[in-house]
């Protein structure tokens, strides 16, 4: 079973539409979770760490299953600009320097 | 505000021949990485250096060699290149552990 594992996609939505990506990730010892954002030929960014308890950002929320090893990013009356490849990305220890990044979902968002 | 900031942005290279990817960041941060991403491969890390005078090898460190000149600065050096090694190279700076990533704008690296 690989580190973390993303659906690919590509995810076509039209405007205004909800959309749900989910990451699982084998090591049930991980620590910090993340969702970064990558555009097309561009570097990753951070879009949200994702927290125990969940946690939501505007139109973003994220939430993390510990039983079930996965992340999940919801993103809600998607727009335009959130056309992008969205990577989840795992900590195998508190304060590891090592993060295991999944291959990405990529999103577009249609008008 | 430069961030992170990596050269050259592209190179074409031969097999065989050496070349240096540059690295600086100036967010005082501790930790510095460099990644390659291919696709359908994700990012993957080649090296990193937790702290200034230390470095140490990610997933994919064969081939590569690091340099941590100081706080600011972290060099990628391929020796002998080969097509295996055409890809984006990525450098990042955090201020350490499982912190945030910052990325440069990414090098594109190309072996003939």
């Known amino acids: 079973r690989k580190e973390v594992e993303q659906d690919p996609g590509p995810f076509n939505v039209p405007e205004g539409a909800t959309v749900a990506f989910n990451c699982t990730y084998s090591?049930?010892?991980?620590?910090?979770f993340f969702w970064y954002r990558q555009d097309c030929r561009k570097e990753p960014k951070l879009l949200m760490s994702v927290y125990s308890s969940g946690n939501e950002d505007g139109r973003f929320t994220a939430q993390l299953n510990r039983a079930s090893q996965y992340i999940s990013l919801l993103i809600r009356d998607s727009k335009l600009s959130d056309s992008a490849t969205y990577l989840c990305?795992?900590?195998?220890?508190?304060?590891?320097?090592?993060?295991?990044f999944g291959k990405g979902t990529k999103l577009s968002v249609i008008p | 505000n430069a961030g992170v900031t990596q050269t050259p942005k592209f190179q074409v290279l031969k097999t065989g021949q050496s070349m240096t990817l540059q690295c600086a960041q100036d967010?005082?941060?501790?930790?510095m990485y460099w990644y390659r991403q291919d696709p359908g491969m994700g990012l993957r890390l080649i090296y990193y250096s937790a702290s200034e005078g230390t470095t140490d090898k990610g997933e994919v460190p064969n081939g590569y060699n690091v340099s941590r000149l100081n706080k600011r600065e972290f060099s990628l050096r391929l020796e002998s290149a080969a097509p295996s090694q055409t890809s984006v190279y990525f450098c990042?700076?955090?201020?350490?552990?499982?912190?945030?990533?910052?990325f440069g704008e990414g090098s594109r690296l190309t072996v003939l």
């Open positions: 990305v795992v900590a195998p220890g508190a304060g590891s320097y090592q993060l295991t």
């Open positions: 990042a700076s955090s201020e350490g552990g499982d912190s945030e990533l910052f």
């Open positions: 967010m005082n941060h501790n930790s």
């Open positions: 090591n049930s010892a991980s620590q910090s």
